[in-house]
């Protein structure tokens, strides 16, 4: 019980979805470490505080037309469109496709290709 193999490791797409359920419940905290330093530096001028100030605006966002580009053991290239429904009632969509890296059993954020 005490040894997880890779297969046990959620895959690149539930590591994207979950960072997303992580923030539609508020943990801010919890998202934050899911992004890698260089990603927390080049997108939140390395600030918690910066992270916030969009987040707290984001009443939830969904998820659509996920899937994985290219993915081996330690990294993954993942497309999604975003919906993000703000609370001043504002919606905007888009299409990113971000670069997730694996630390242990979870997937980090480490770049958004554009």
């Not at 992580?22 to 600030?47: A, C, E, H, I, M």
């Amino acid at each position: 019980m005490g040894n997880r193999s890779n297969q046990s490791a959620p895959s690149a797409e539930a590591g994207l979805r979950e960072y997303y359920s992580v923030l539609n419940r508020g943990n801010l905290l919890d998202g934050w470490s899911r992004l890698t330093p260089d990603f927390q530096r080049k997108y939140s001028r390395n600030s918690f505080d910066s992270y916030t100030s969009w987040w707290t605006q984001v009443q939830r966002t969904d998820l659509r037309e996920v899937s994985v580009l290219n993915s081996d053991t330690n990294q993954a290239i993942v497309r999604a469109r975003l919906i993000y429904f703000l609370k001043d009632g504002r919606k905007s969509s888009e299409i990113s496709t971000f670069r997730l890296v694996r630390q242990g059993d979870r997937w980090l954020f480490a770049d958004v290709i554009r």
